[in-house]
């Protein structure tokens, strides 16, 4: 009886994590410019492979495997927010403008510093 809901606990998780990843892929596809479509892969993406690799991790046949998928959870936590704020700062400096921005805040920083 456990077991089974495990399972179904599991695979409910895991389905949430693929309709997070589809709507990641929907979003990326649908968003007029870099910066919008940076952030649906970035926070739908993440939630996405966070359900599924919970699902995997209640899903593991022991405990070290389990730290394993919470090792690898760990790392998405870190890594993709840090690596989507690097290619939007990059896309930001070379001159790729966003599709509607009412208050340019870092530009002002930006000339502060230089000048």
């Known amino acids: 009886m456990i077991k089974e809901i495990t399972h179904v606990v599991a695979y409910l998780f895991m389905a949430l994590g693929v309709f997070f990843s ?3 892929v929907l979003g990326i596809l649908r968003f007029p410019d870099v910066y919008t479509r940076i952030h ?6 993440t939630g996405g492979a966070l359900f599924v690799l919970t699902g995997g991790a209640i899903l593991a046949p022991s405990w070290q495997a389990s730290a394993k998928f919470a090792l690898i959870i760990v790392f998405f936590l870190i890594t993709n927010p840090l690596s989507s704020h690097a290619v939007a700062r ?3 400096r070379h001159g790729i403008k966003p599709e ?16």
């Open 22 to 24: 589809l709507t990641s």
């Open 40 to 45: 649906a892969g970035t926070k739908a993406l």
């Open 90 to 92: 990059a896309c930001y």
């Open 100 to 115: 509607l921005i009412y208050k340019d805040e870092y530009r002002q920083k930006l000339s502060d510093k230089k000048g």
